[in-house]
């Protein structure tokens, strides 16, 4: 996560949230959530959650998992009060707690937590064995982080397709490789490292996003948004398809666990 330029000012959070509901800035919703999640036990645990965004999976993690706290953190003071507000709608607000967070290691101890978690938001950390090391230091002996990222297909300079993609969305993304994210996992000291690739479901998905923008929901999401706005989101959606049908993106899930 960088500073400078806000990303998610609160016209992106309501085009955000519009799309993929109420305190989600990442496709999938809850279900997509419980797939990520999936055997990973929650309850009464501590967890980290990176880049939590609007709030809407940072309260569902105490509110639906059973996590006794969490804490979520963002570089970004917008995403931060919306997530407050989702605690808060949850009836979640005493165990969880948002913080505003610089960029660098995280402000927490070693051995902090249960569970690392994150959703789509550490494309914005380019660094990804920083990550790692980060993650595996304030993870408890025997935690787990798990997440899912969005991930380029290879090492090396992107496709004129993918660069082209990436431009268009201009939020830093700091895209790395599956064998990329495998070796700053292992490096960092974690083992049982798993990866799931997710881009035959988001494929999918994401054609039928874009069929909703060109289609039927358009006129409400420009009045939510703004014609100009929407047409910019048009045109990103469909640069994304196109890397998307050729495996160039391919969003994955990962989890590793730290050796008690």
């Known amino acids: 996560m960088t500073t400078g330029e806000v990303l998610y ?11 993929w509901g109420d305190g989600f800035l990442s496709p999938g919703g809850p279900e997509e959530v419980a797939r990520v999640l999936e055997g990973v036990a929650l309850a009464g645990g501590t967890v ?21 706290k969490v804490i979520g953190i963002d570089v970004e003071a917008p995403v931060c009060a919306a997530a407050r507000r989702q605690a808060e709608k949850r009836g979640v607000a005493e165990r969880v707690e948002i ?13 902090s937590f249960d569970i690392v978690f994150s959703k789509d938001s550490i494309i914005h950390i380019a660094d990804k064995a920083f990550l790692a090391g ?4 304030v993870l408890k002996p025997g935690g787990c982080f798990v997440a ?22 201009a939020l830093d993304f700091g895209m790395a490789s599956p064998a990329r994210y495998r070796a700053a ?6 083992v049982e490292v798993r990866l ?41 959606w469909r640069a994304m398809v196109v890397v998307l049908d050729s ?4 969003p994955h899930h990962f989890r590793a666990l730290k050796p008690s």
């Open 196 to 236: 799931r690739n997710r881009n035959p479901w988001y494929r999918e998905v994401a054609r039928r996003e874009l069929a909703l923008l060109e289609g039927p929901g358009r006129a409400k999401f420009e009045a939510v948004c703004g014609v100009e706005e929407i047409a910019r989101q048009i045109e990103t």
């Open 99 to 111: 913080r505003l967070v610089s960029p660098g290691p995280f402000p927490f101890p070693d051995g």
């Open 148 to 169: 899912s990222d969005w991930l380029i297909a290879h090492d090396g300079p992107p496709s004129p397709e993918m660069a082209e993609y990436i431009a268009r969305e």
């Open 9 to 19: 000012d609160d016209h992106a959070i309501a085009f955000l949230e519009e799309l």
């Open 48 to 68: 980290l959650d990176i880049g939590c965004g609007a709030g809407g999976i940072t309260a569902s993690l105490a509110a639906d998992y059973g996590a006794a």
């Open 134 to 137: 980060e993650a595996f230091r």
């Open 185 to 190: 996992l292992e490096g960092a000291g974690f």
């Open 247 to 250: 495996g160039e993106h391919c």
